[in-house]
């Protein structure tokens, strides 16, 4: 294979699998809570297809990637109905978390494999280990981004589902009425406002350390299984 498309290959591929794996638990976590639209849209499935989206998925990652940028992006959202839910206030708290819980626990497969890999192949430079070294890390790396952006309390993210199940139901109600604004708010705090204001990046002061913390524990976890 061509060197120059192992790299953003080696990116795009557990890019994919991070956001397909996220989507797929809510589905999952709604289905166990007694809401099965997901199923009936065929959304529980893993094949990419049913939840690549063009631009969320793979043009803005490849933007950012090429400009040095943090990757994210998204897939299609599994559709939840929340009414549909046994306790719907805790359901859907149930059923966000679900996604970042997974990226977690994929992070951690992630670091199995890559200290698996480096233990059995040793000091080997060989082309196709290195590509796999490199989704590997990637995995690890996007999933552990993924889980902490997607709980940032912003519409339409994770962790606004879950703040609106804390909040009392006043609160809650007033909460959700922004949620037809939450592109807009996403433009503006993770846009607009690091670009006017550098050193107030939402993702470089709130999603970063986590995630370096975290990523640190995972590639320690990496080298235990290496023999390292």
């Known amino acids: 294979m061509d060197k120059s498309l192992l790299q953003p290959a ?12 996220h989507e797929v638990a809510h589905g999952w976590t709604a289905l166990a809570l007694g809401d099965p639209t997901a199923r ?23 933007l950012l990637a090429l ?13 939840v109905n929340k009414w549909r839910l046994r306790d719907p206030r805790r359901g859907m708290m149930v059923v966000a978390a679900a996604g970042p819980a997974t990226n977690l626990v994929l992070a951690a497969v992630g670091a199995v494999l890559l200290g698996l890999l480096v233990r059995v192949a040793g000091n ?10 490199d989704n590997f890390n990637n995995f690890i790396l996007i999933n552990v981004f993924l889980a902490f952006f997607n709980l940032l309390p912003l519409p339409p993210f994770d962790g606004s589902h879950i703040v609106e199940g804390l909040l009392p139901p006043s609160l809650a109600r007033a909460y959700a009425r922004l949620r037809p604004f939450g592109f807009a708010l996403l433009f503006l705090v993770l846009l607009v406002i690091p670009a ?3 050193g107030w990046g939402v993702v470089q002061r709130l999603v970063l350390p986590p995630v370096s913390w ?9 080298r235990l299984i290496a023999g390292a």
């Open 40 to 62: 009936e849209r065929r959304r529980l499935s893993l094949n990419p297809l049913r939840h690549v989206d063009l631009f969320g998925t793979i043009l803005l990652p490849g």
């Open 124 to 133: 080997r430079n060989d082309m196709f280990l290195q590509f796999l070294a």
């Open 196 to 198: 006017l204001f550098p």
């Open 214 to 222: 975290l990523g640190d524990w995972y590639y320690g976890l990496a």
């Open 10 to 21: 080696a990116l795009i591929i557990p890019l994919i699998a991070a956001i397909v794996f």
């Open 67 to 79: 400009t040095k940028a943090p990757v994210f992006g998204w897939a299609k959202p599994v559709p």
